[in-house]
C-alpha cells in the first residue's frame, strides 16, 4: 500500500523555498506598509503648519513688540510693553468700566454694517444689471467714494448729534461703496457663454438672473464685505474720537489725553482682534462660494 508523501523537515537554516512562501510578514514592519502612514502624518503635519501660520504671524509680532519695549528699542511710554496692555485690558474687563463702551460700539458697527451690506448690494445690482444705468451713475459714484468722509464728520455731528445715529451714519457710509461696486461688477461680469446657454433654453430674464448673475456674483458681494468691514471699522472708531461721549474710540481717546498709553491701546486691540476675526470668517464665506467665480478664459 502505497504511502503519502510526509511533509519534509528542514532546520529554519535551510527551509526550502515552498516553506519561505508560506512565512507571513509582519504588519507594520515592511517599508511599503509603512510609508503610507508616514505619508499621512506628514500631510496632516502640514495642514495643521499651514493653517497655523497666521497665529504664528501674530505671535512673532506681538513677541518682538514685548522684546523691542523691554530692551527700549521702542520708548516703552510710547509703546508699553505688550503685556502690560493685556493686563491693563484684564483689569478693565474685570472692573467692569469697558463693558458699556464695547456694547455701544459694536451695537453701532453692527447695525451700519448690516444697512450698508443691504443697501449696497440692492443698489449695486441694477447698476450691475442696466449698462446705462451704470455709465450714468458710475461717475458721481466714484466721487462720493474718493470724498473722505472725515471731512463730513461734523457736519454729520451737527445734524444727527453726539449719540448711535451719527455713529451708524459713519460706519453705513464708510461700508456702502465697497459692497455696491463689488455687487455692480459682479453683476456686469456675468459669464456670457452660460447667459447664450440659458436663452437657448429658454429662460426669461428673471430666471437668467435669479439662476445665473446673482450666484456668480456672490464671491464679488463677500469680497467686498470684507474691504467694507475694515473701512467701517475705522471710521467709527475715528467718529467716536472726535465726537462721542461713549465708545471704545472715545476711551481711547480720552486716555491717550491722561497719558495712559497701555489703557489707550487696549480699544485698539480689541478692535483689531475683532475686525481680525470678522475677515476669517468672510474668508471661509468666500472660499466656499470661490466655484461660483467665472473662470478666466
Known amino acids: 500500500m502505497d504511502l503519502e508523501p510526509q511533509p519534509h523537515l528542514t532546520s529554519k537554516g535551510a527551509a526550502s523555498k515552498e516553506g519561505e512562501t508560506l512565512i507571513p510578514v509582519a504588519p507594520g514592519r515592511s517599508g511599503e506598509e509603512r510609508l503610507p502612514l508616514e505619508r499621512l502624518l506628514g500631510s496632516r503635519f502640514y495642514v495643521l503648519a499651514d493653517k497655523s501660520l497666521g497665529l504664528l504671524g501674530i505671535f512673532l509680532f506681538f513677541l518682538a513688540w514685548e522684546i523691542a519695549s523691554r530692551t527700549h528699542i521702542l520708548n516703552p511710554f510710547y509703546f508699553p510693553p505688550f503685556t502690560e496692555i493685556i493686563a491693563k485690558g484684564i483689569e478693565l474687563l474685570a472692573s467692569g468700566a469697558i463693558w458699556e463702551h464695547m456694547i455701544f460700539s459694536l451695537t453701532n ?104 448673475s446673482m450666484p456668480g456674483s456672490l464671491p464679488y458681494i463677500v469680497a467686498g464685505m470684507r474691504v467694507a468691514l475694515g473701512r467701517a471699522l475705522v471710521y467709527i472708531v475715528v467718529a467716536e474720537q472726535y465726537g462721542a461721549a461713549m465708545g471704545l474710540g472715545y476711551l481711547s481717546s480720552v486716555a491717550a489725553q491722561r497719558f495712559q498709553i497701555a489703557a489707550m491701546f487696549v480699544p485698539i486691540v480689541i478692535i483689531a482682534g475683532l475686525g481680525a476675526g470678522l475677515t476669517e470668517l468672510l474668508k471661509v464665506v468666500e472660499r466656499r462660494l470661490e466655484t461660483w467665480r467665472p473662470q478666466k478664459s
Do not use: C, E, Q
Open 109 to 212: 458697527f453692527s447695525a451700519g454694517f448690516a444697512v450698508s451690506v443691504v443697501i449696497g448690494v440692492l443698489a449695486g445690482i441694477p447698476m450691475g444689471w442696466y449698462k446705462g444705468l451704470s455709465k450714468t451713475l458710475d461717475p458721481l459714484l466714484s466721487g462720493i467714494y474718493a470724498t473722505p468722509l472725515i471731512a463730513l464728520l461734523p457736519l454729520i455731528i451737527m445734524l444727527f448729534g453726539l449719540g448711535a445715529v451719527s455713529k451708524i451714519i459713519m460706519t453705513f457710509l464708510a461700508g456702502v461703496f465697497p459692497v455696491l461696486i463689488n455687487t455692480m461688477v459682479g453683476i456686469a461680469n456675468t459669464d456670457t457663454n452660460l447667459i447664450k446657454m440659458s436663452r437657448s433654453f429658454g429662460a426669461s430674464d428673471a430666471t437668467i438672473f435669479l439662476k445665473v
